[in-house]
C-alpha cells in the first residue's frame, strides 16, 4: 500500500519568514495529495490540495508543488504568522486510500 | 454547505463501559463515511469507512465496531472500553477516495 513519510517532525520559524515541508510518497500510481491543518483540540482542515496533472497550485500565501518523478510534494508557507503554528499533515491516495503522513508540527516564533 | 455533526466534543468513560459516538452529515447523498482516530501526539489511523448503508469496511482488528444505518449517519461503539480506546475519534466524509476528505470537530474520549 501506499506509505508518506514527512519531513520535518518539528520546524520552527520567525514570523515573516517562509515554511516548507516536504513529503514523500511509494504510490507512483497515486494522483491526489491533499494538505491539512489540524489546531489543538480541532478536526484536520483541507488547506490546499493538487492532483497529479499539474505541478504547483497557489493559494494566498500556501503552495504546493509536486514532482511526481521523485515522488515527492511540498508545502510552502510564506510570510509566516503566529496564526499558521499548527499540525500540518500531508497525505496521497494509492490504492483508493488516502494514506497520511504523521505530521508536522510548524512553530512560528513571533 | 456540507457539515459533519460529531458529538459529544469530550468524553469520559470508565473502563468496562459501552461507547456510542454519532457523526451525521448534512448536505450531501451517498457520502464515503470514515471514523479515524488520533492517539496524543500522533497521525491519523482509520478505523472504519463505508460506502452506503449497512457497508461497514474494518481496518484494524480492535474492541470497537461501527454502524451506517441511514445514508448520513454513521455511529462508532465498543460494548467494553479499554484503556487504550482514548484518543481524539475524527468522523469524515468525501465524495470517493479520490475527492476532497472533509473532517468533523472531533471527540475526545477519555478511558479511564
Known amino acids: 500500500g501506499e506509505n508518506v513519510e514527512q519531513h520535518p517532525s518539528t520546524l520552527s520559524v520567525q514570523e515573516g519568514d517562509s515554511a516548507v515541508i516536504k513529503c514523500t510518497y511509494s504510490?507512483?500510481?497515486?494522483?491526489?495529495f491533499p494538505w491539512y491543518k489540524q489546531e489543538l483540540g480541532k478536526g484536520p482542515q483541507l488547506i490546499i490540495d493538487?492532483?497529479?496533472?499539474?505541478g504547483e497550485k497557489k493559494d494566498q500565501r500556501i503552495a504546493v508543488t509536486l514532482n511526481k518523478t521523485a515522488k515527492h510534494f511540498s508545502l510552502h508557507i510564506t510570510e509566516t504568522q503566529p496564526e499558521d503554528s499548527a499540525v500540518y499533515f500531508c497525505?496521497?491516495?494509492?490504492?483508493?486510500?488516502?494514506?497520511f503522513g504523521k505530521g508536522n508540527q510548524v512553530v512560528v516564533i513571533p | 454547505s456540507q457539515t459533519i455533526h460529531q458529538w459529544p466534543a469530550t468524553l469520559v468513560q470508565p473502563v468496562g463501559s459501552p461507547l456510542s459516538l454519532e457523526c451525521t452529515v448534512e448536505?450531501?447523498?451517498?457520502?464515503?463515511l470514515y471514523w479515524y482516530r488520533q492517539a496524543a501526539g500522533r497521525g491519523l489511523q482509520l478505523l472504519f469507512y463505508?460506502?452506503?448503508?449497512?457497508?461497514i469496511s474494518s481496518e484494524v482488528p480492535q474492541n470497537l465496531s461501527a454502524s451506517r444505518p441511514q445514508d448520513r449517519q454513521f455511529i462508532l461503539s465498543s460494548k467494553k472500553l479499554l484503556l487504550s480506546d482514548s484518543g481524539f475519534y475524527l468522523c469524515?466524509?468525501?465524495?470517493?477516495?479520490?475527492?476532497?476528505?472533509?473532517f468533523g470537530s472531533g471527540t475526545q474520549l477519555s478511558v479511564l
Open positions: 497525505a496521497a491516495v494509492g490504492n483508493n486510500r488516502l494514506a
Open positions: 504510490d507512483s500510481a497515486s494522483n491526489y
Open positions: 493538487i492532483r497529479s496533472n499539474v
Open positions: 448536505g450531501t447523498s451517498n457520502p464515503n
Open positions: 463505508s460506502v452506503g448503508i449497512g457497508q
Open positions: 469524515a466524509r468525501s465524495g470517493g477516495p479520490n475527492e476532497k476528505l472533509f
